[in-house]
């Protein structure tokens, strides 16, 4: 392909984009904010990420110090935070809450666009097919009910990186494995923006390699596949291995007092196909539907029977998500964080897509393309001029909303993250910096890095400090006139907070507590940052060596 056809493809792809564009950011014209479910917890991630760019703290910040009035959560750890920092900077910059929110999501859809163009393109081998899918799937019902219904950041993030999945598991099987990076690229993406998304799109991954394990028994694609997985998991320990450590330490209110039963969530098929339905596959994917079950009577073809087997697939995994399926036995396995069935629309309504990108590519001539594209383009809109009227009124959110103590105890989701002894009305309603001991309450002081710091005047004994428990935590006593600290001993409370044994003898000075990290985290981001050089290293080996 020259350059000019190049030039001309990517003018396209990126009007397609700009279209998306200036439909998604339709409701966040107005000056205030649409706040849905969670919408609130994640700005106040962006405003912890914000914090910890300001006060010059270390990254990766795994608790945040400036949730649940300065007792922390570990947001940092269990969310990965790592798309968030664009949103976050430009929030340390001086932009207001909201619209660093709204430039995050815009971001999002802009990259979702490229991601969704590139890997239909790759796989329908046509131009036009990329640009359909753009529009498509960048206005797909279920991601305007993430971004304006329900605020689910992480999902939104997640879309970005599934189009690239799908095309690695394509190019695996139906290609010859001869893009391993493809497959990479989707799964890493997966790991660090949404792990409900991956461990869904990981079990899609498996039945795909089942279905197609033929074409998968040969030596390029094992070694592409395991290579792949292996860079995979060596690129994303810094996050996934710390997890598994606070695991091994603790109990989280996401295993003991789960947020949803899943037998209990799924929908029906009014809620399936309803046009108003936050949980459906919208107008378009009923319209996508339709036009391949009319194609396959009048005009089936074997060369097109990729793009019944795609829809079919998406027809099945939206039908999954109905109370027919065996979702109590999936409660008793490690999937039930997946929490509501209906995540399972954002694999459903791609595969749909990528379905009738697939049938459509077969019609020639390009007046006949740019009405499709026109006609895509109208049905995705009217599906947010369908669901606007259901969405929250919008509302103000001050740039100092963080200083409000209470604002910060909105942690979304049941607050899963949360040890599960943890009870946070009380903690809401604790005077704020409030250690004790054996004498009376205090009050500490919380200081802009995270640390809470108190006044130690030699009483021995329990010590209960306003951090909440994670592993990492050091408490250390620093002797007026002496630079030795001297490490004092905690533990875990009942309440899941901090609790110091202080022992006797002990000189009077100032007692830290912060978040250190533990020698295991450090150790995982060492080995995710040496992994990144070293694939950074042979992609551009490889580079040099193809243009040679």
């Not at 996508?288 to 396959?296: D, I």
């Not at 019944?308 to 039908?319: H, N, P, Q, S, Y």
């Not at 490490?487 to 202080?502: A, M, N, Q, Y």
């Not at 070293?534 to 193809?546: E, F, M, Y």
């Given at each position: ?67 649940q ?16 920092l ?28 490229l ?16 640009c ?36 690695g ?46 074409r ?16 995979c ?10 997890v ?40 378009a994917?009923?319209v ?9 009577i ?8 990729a ?15 109905l ?6 036995l ?5 999937l ?42 109208v ?21 100092d ?61 329990p ?10 935590y ?41 978040y ?10 060492w ?22």
């Open positions: 392909m020259n350059k000019t056809m190049r030039r001309k493809q990517w003018a396209g792809a990126l009007g397609c984009t700009l279209a998306v564009l200036i439909v998604c950011a339709q409701p966040f014209l107005n000056r205030d904010l649409i706040v849905g479910s969670d919408t609130m917890f994640h700005i106040l991630r962006i405003e912890s990420l914000a914090n910890v760019l300001k006060t010059g703290q270390p990254l990766p910040a795994r608790v945040y110090s400036l949730m009035g300065g007792y922390g959560y570990a947001a940092g750890l269990f969310y990965p935070d790592l798309f968030l664009p949103a976050a900077a430009a929030r340390a910059l001086g932009l207001g809450p909201e619209l660093a929110y709204k430039f995050h999501l815009m971001l999002c859809t802009v990259l979702q666009c991601t969704c163009y590139c890997a239909a393109k790759a796989i329908s081998k046509s131009h036009f097919g990329g359909l899918m753009i529009l498509l799937y960048g206005l797909g019902q279920y991601r305007l009910v993430n971004i304006f219904a329900r605020g689910a950041v992480g999902e939104v993030q997640a879309m970005i990186f599934l189009p690239l999945a799908v095309w598991l394509w190019d695996l099987t139906e290609e010859g494995a001869k893009r391993p990076w493809v497959l990479f690229l989707g799964f890493t993406g997966l790991v660090l923006s949404h792990t409900v998304s991956l461990a869904i799109m990981g079990v899609f991954a498996v039945v795909w390699v089942l279905v197609r394990l033929p998968v028994l040969n030596r390029r694609a094992i070694l592409s596949g395991c290579g792949a997985a292996a860079a998991l060596l690129v994303s320990c810094g996050y996934w291995l710390p598994l450590e606070q695991f091994a330490s603790q109990k989280f209110r996401v295993s003991e007092k789960p947020f949803t039963v899943l037998a209990n969530e799924s929908i029906d098929l009014k809620a399936l196909v309803g046009l108003k339905s936050y949980w459906g596959v919208g107008l994917g009923l996508l539907v339709a036009v391949g079950l009319v194609w396959a009048l005009r089936f073809k074997k060369e097109r029977l793009a019944w087997a795609m829809m079919g697939a998406g027809v099945f995994v939206a039908l999954c998500t109370g027919w399926f065996p979702w109590a999936v409660d008793k396995t490690p039930k964080s997946i929490q509501f069935p209906w995540r399972l629309n954002g694999l459903s309504y791609y595969l749909i897509c990528m379905g009738a990108v697939l049938l459509l590519t077969g019609i020639c001539g390009k007046g006949k393309r740019l009405g499709i594209l026109v006609l895509a383009l049905i995705s809109a009217a599906q947010l001029t369908i669901l606007w009227p259901r969405f929250h009124s919008p509302s103000n959110i001050p740039a909303f963080a200083a409000q103590r209470e604002a910060t105890f909105q942690l979304g989701a049941g607050a899963e993250w949360l040890p599960s002894e943890v009870n946070t009305e009380t903690f809401c309603n604790e005077a704020p910096a409030q250690w004790t001991n054996a004498q009376g309450s205090f009050e500490g002081e919380y200081r802009a890095n995270g640390d809470f710091v108190l006044e130690f005047e030699g009483v021995a004994g010590y209960g400090i306003p951090k909440m428990y994670y592993k990492g050091t408490a250390r006593l620093y002797p007026q006139g002496s630079e030795d600290a001297v490490e004092i001993p905690f533990h875990k409370d009942s309440t899941g907070r901090i609790e110091l044994d202080v022992p006797q003898g002990l000189p009077s000075g100032e007692i830290v507590v912060r250190a990290g533990t020698f295991l985290q450090h150790l995982a981001d080995v995710s940052a040496a992994a990144v050089l070293c694939l950074c290293g042979l992609g551009i080996a490889h580079v040099l060596r193809k243009r040679k």
